[in-house]
T-cell receptor
Framework: NAGVTQTPKFQVLKTGQSMTLQCAQD?????MSWYRQDPGMGLRLIHY???????DQGEVPNGYNVSRSTTEDFPLRLLSAAPSQTSVYFC?????????????????FGNGTRLTVT | GENVEQHPSTLSVQEGDSAVIKCTYS??????FPWYKQELGKRPQLIID?????GEKKDQRIAVTLNKTAKHFSLHITETQPEDSAVYFC?????????????FGKGTKLSVIP
């Protein structure tokens, strides 16, 4: 198992450019999510998905789009990059259980993408 | 939405001493509380979690306690070692209310001095 794979590891963009951060998992996890990590701010949820064809917004969704066409892949698109989007981005996935603890499963994180927007 | 406060933001301890990190949460509906460890330049990794039906959970040198009435939970690391140096994040999840968001605290940088 490769777990959660993110590409690229590093990226530099100019303001206004667009790009897609890739995320793939091979654990057959239903739940996938994107977080950004900024110094002193912890991990903030951008978007998440509980299955193919289903996505929803997190705490900081503006400027980002996602889609979930397969269980394995959950790409994050930056529509028009801004310096405020300079951050480390983590993709994470987890198993979705049943019953009382339906969504309370440990997150498995990818290795992150360090994005700089100039 | 849920709000998770974490203290302290930095913590330095001598090797062998204990370390305690505390978190409070705002929504009484939260019922899952994981802790993640992030070493420098690495991804966060789960070290322990606790659910609202228990008050304490231990795993070797690590323990987590939960006080639902006061809405706070704590991470305890005993006999600290240099490899415990990292940033630790607490989190809370509001499950069962149609929301699947895991809200993180802002992190505690733990330094263990040899």
């Amino acid at each position: 198992n490769a777990g959660v794979t993110q590409t690229p590891k590093f990226q530099v963009l100019k303001t206004g450019q667009s790009m897609t951060l890739q995320c793939a998992q091979d654990m057959n996890h239903e739940y996938m999510s994107w977080y950004r990590q900024d110094p002193g701010m912890g991990l903030r949820l951008i978007h998440y998905s509980v299955g193919a064809g289903i996505t929803d917004q997190g705490e900081v969704p503006n400027g980002y789009n996602v889609s979930r066409s397969t269980t394995e892949d959950f790409p994050l698109r930056l529509l028009s990059a801004a310096p405020s989007q300079t951050s480390v981005y983590f993709c994470a996935s987890s198993y979705v259980g049943t019953g009382e603890w339906a969504y309370n499963s440990p997150l498995h994180f990818g290795n992150g993408t360090r994005l700089t927007v100039t | 939405g849920e709000n998770v406060e974490q203290h302290p933001s930095t913590l330095s301890v001598q090797e062998g001493d204990s370390a305690v990190i505390k978190c409070t949460y705002s929504d009484s509906a939260s019922n899952y509380f994981p802790w993640y460890k992030q070493e420098l330049g690495k991804r966060p990794q789960l070290i322990i979690d606790i659910r609202s039906n228990v008050g304490e959970k231990k795993d070797q040198r690590i323990a987590v306690t939960l006080n639902k009435t006061a809405k706070h939970f704590s991470l305890h690391i005993t006999e600290t070692q240099p490899e415990d140096s990292a940033v630790y994040f607490c989190a809370a999840s509001i499950d069962g209310a149609g929301s699947y968001q895991l809200t993180f605290g802002k992190g505690t940088k733990l330094s263990v001095i040899p």
